[in-house]
């Protein structure tokens, strides 16, 4: 049984310049109390004395970026999003960050629990229905999408083949008894990004470490391939669709900074022979068409699978870009996601599964795999007009640092914290607006140290805190499961003041998990 850094150290140690609650453990981390724990957690304290030594991680930090940059974790500045003339590394950190072996093992075993999950919610229409309702009254852009979802439902759906491509996210929550508990974030059915630069990020955190001599360290940096993974679920769909001809479609935006991360896919797509095509919304709109089987053409090129890389933020949309997806909906290629697939990964529906029974209702005769989902759920609150509702804002005023609050939105930066949360439950409290939220327990990680890398920035070393993915993949023809499998991992660092924001949004930087 692998010994966490979480259940170590008991010893607080006074006078440091953050957060007191989260410092508990500091002595550990900072490698204070090393030698009693040195062979159990190497790691932990190795890097405390690392940290400290600011000519070293210099020297680090410019190997680190160079290897960074030969690998290809790439994204594209923010002053020439459409370009790839100059790039730059994505920001990572210079050391992976510790996460407990037995948190890893459990998000992965949950991964094809939360498939089936994700499946089953998208096939059904009258719980979608029922628990969007008073959401969409007030929420346009979930309406708009499950307007286009009743479309297809009225007219029939063409698609036989589906595909799931998601990320079901975590935090490590830290009980009072010093001990850490998996807790999801959210789960991430469309346009689930970043498994193609984290394929790849594996090999600098393993050359940082094999720099300063530490090879058994740098061995205990687990492999990671969720491309290839991501890829062979789009590769199944595409066969099982069953045109030699046909493509995939990625629907993609014009100015995308991380082209390098959805390019990793379409690389090992090539090398199975499957092509890809990437094409915007409006290039859909002017050029897309269906036959009269409403099997979907792309300038006159039959497309098998549409990936999307875009459609899932309300600035995405254009009217135009609306009816192309209407179009897109309406054929018989495989979308990843379908419409009603990407309604099941909203912050709503999440918040409903969490219900006494739903789960159950879902994965009938399956009391293992209800047991395991339901013991990653963090709090999550209703707040449509009522009783309940009313309890929960109650509850959220009172203690503000316990809750965040979420409208239906994806791509970080929408989620309301402490005062400003308070000042948005005070105003949304009377009016039916409130119902395009849910309230959701605030995770509180145990801090550890890390040093970030920004192109631009000096190396910082800081407090932070860890986000886990795990990739999942799945495809279904007809009522018939042929893949559900887990295809890889995601660590993403922040610092501890961001409470909000992902990799793409400026605030996270990549990492690797180091078992601990
Ligand atoms: P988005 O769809 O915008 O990614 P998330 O639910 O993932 O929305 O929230 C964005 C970020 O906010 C997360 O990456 C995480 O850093 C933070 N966050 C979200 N929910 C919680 C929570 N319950 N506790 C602590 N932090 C959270
Ligand atoms: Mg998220």
Redesign the pocket.
Same mark, same amino acid.
């Given at each position: 049984m692998p010994v966490s850094v979480y259940q170590l150290n008991k010893r607080p140690t006074a006078g440091r310049d953050w957060n007191p609650r989260a410092v508990k453990k500091w002595g550990l981390l900072e490698g204070s109390i090393a030698l009693k724990s040195e062979s159990q957690v190497g790691m932990a304290t190795g890097w405390g004395s690392l940290l400290q030594d600011e000519q070293q991680l210099e020297e680090l930090a410019r190997q680190a970026v160079d290897r960074a940059l030969a690998e290809g974790v790439l994204l594209r500045t923010s002053q020439a999003p459409s370009s790839s003339h100059v790039v730059s590394y994505a920001p990572f950190t210079l050391f992976p960050s510790p996460v407990p072996s037995a948190l890893l093992e459990q998000a992965y075993a949950v991964q094809a629990d939360f498939n089936l999950l994700v499946d089953a919610v998208s096939q059904n229409a009258v719980f979608l229905e029922q628990t969007l309702s008073s959401t969409i009254k007030r929420d346009s852009f979930t309406a708009r999408l499950f307007d286009i979802h009743k479309q297809v439902l009225k007219e029939g759906i063409a698609q036989t083949v589906f595909l799931g491509l998601n990320r079901s #996210?975590y935090?490590f929550q830290c009980n009072p008894d010093g001990s850490a508990a998996l807790k999801q974030?959210?789960i991430?059915t469309v346009s689930a990004s970043f498994g193609g630069l984290a394929s790849r990020t594996p090999a600098v955190h393993r050359h940082v470490l094999s720099v300063l001599g530490k090879t058994k360290e740098a061995a205990k940096i687990l492999s990671n391939n969720p491309s290839k993974g991501l890829a062979m679920g789009i590769a199944k769909a595409w066969e099982l669709y069953g045109s030699a001809n046909a493509q995939v479609l990625l629907i993609a935006q014009e100015k995308e900074r991380n082209i390098f991360d959805q390019r990793a896919i379409e690389n090992e797509l090539l090398a199975r022979n499957i092509h890809v095509i990437r094409r915007r919304f409006e290039d859909v709109s002017e050029k897309g068409s269906l036959d009269q089987d409403r099997r979907l053409f792309m300038d006159g090129q039959e497309i098998a699978v549409v990936y999307f890389r875009d459609g899932y933020m309300p600035g995405h949309y254009s009217l135009q870009n609306w009816e192309a997806r209407l179009l897109l909906e309406r054929s018989c290629a495989v979308k990843c996601p379908d419409i009603a697939t990407q309604l099941a990964g909203t @912050?709503k529906v999440q918040q409903e599964l969490s219900r006494v029974g739903v789960l159950e209702s879902f994965l009938p005769g399956q009391p293992e795999a209800v047991a395991r989902l339901r013991a990653t759920f %963090?709090g999550l609150y209703s707040l449509d007009l009522g009783e309940e509702g009313d309890q929960a804002i109650t509850k959220a005023i009172a203690a503000p640092s316990c809750f965040?609050l @979420?409208p239906q939105?994806?791509?970080?930066?929408?989620?309301l914290y402490g005062e400003e949360m308070v000042q948005a439950l005070e105003r949304l409290k009377d009016s039916e607006e409130r119902a395009s939220y849910i309230l959701?327990? @605030?995770?509180e990680p145990e801090p550890f140290r890390n040093c970030l890398l920004r192109p631009g920035s000096p190396a910082r070393v800081i407090q932070c805190i860890s986000?886990l993915g795990i990739f999942g993949v799945y495809v279904r023809e007809g009522k018939t499961l042929v893949m559900n499998k887990h295809v890889g991992h995601l660590l993403r660092t @922040?610092a501890i003041e961001h %409470? #909000?924001?992902?990799v793409a949004a400026g605030v996270?930087v990549l990492d690797n998990p180091y078992p601990v």
């Open positions: #996210d935090m974030i959210e991430n @912050k %963090a965040v @979420k939105r994806e791509g970080g930066g929408n989620n959701m327990e @605030k995770i986000e @922040k %409470a #909000d924001g992902g996270a």
